[in-house]
């Protein structure tokens, strides 16, 4: 049986290499969290392609993952997931804040026990929700970044955050 050449050696070897590389690059984005949520019904609307392109390269000092689900985007590992193009949720008794412009409802009900803090905008059309792994302590800058991120998409002038002592009956 004959020996493969020096260059045919070296040539398998960069195939291998190349299949290795591909391969821990697949298995890295298919390890994120962000994998498990599918596309917002719409996540394709102008809104959701706009504000991908204001995606930042790091939060909460966090790198941006490699994700390939339309309107979803995550930083640190899934420690922070941005979903883009959900409805816009309803009035409701959640907490909710107002961070540079853009109110943030903070869904208790979803966050129990999840290891996440889950968050949505109020006002905006379509919404765009955030997860806040545990881990991250600094949850107030993350909002500060990702206000920035979706504050293009038009808030409705009527539907803001308001109190508990607003919303009470007088």
Do not use: K
């Not at 955030?130 to 808030?155: H, K, N, Q, W, Y």
Request: charge should be negative; hydrophobic fraction near 40%; glycine fraction near 8%.
């Amino acid at each position: 049986m004959r020996r493969p050449s020096r260059r045919a050696r070296i040539a398998i070897g960069a195939a291998v290499g190349a299949a290795v590389v591909a391969a821990l690059l697949v298995a890295q984005e298919v390890s994120s969290p962000a994998l498990d949520l599918r596309p917002a019904g719409r996540a394709g609307d102008p809104a959701c392609t706009r504000i991908a392109d204001r995606y930042p390269a790091r939060i909460a000092g966090e790198s941006r993952d490699p994700v390939s689900v339309t309107g979803v985007t995550s930083w640190g590992n899934g420690g922070v997931v941005l979903r883009c193009g959900l409805e816009p949720p309803a009035e409701t008794a959640d907490p909710c804040v107002e961070v540079d412009g853009v109110d943030w409802v903070f869904r208790e009900d979803r966050s129990a026990g999840s290891g996440y803090r889950v968050l949505i905008t109020y006002g905006r059309n379509p919404a765009v929700q955030a997860f806040v792994d545990d881990r991250i302590t600094a949850i107030d800058g993350v909002l500060v970044d990702l206000s920035d991120v979706v504050r293009p998409i038009e808030r409705a002038p009527d539907d803001v955050c308001v109190t508990a002592a607003d919303a009470a009956p007088r």
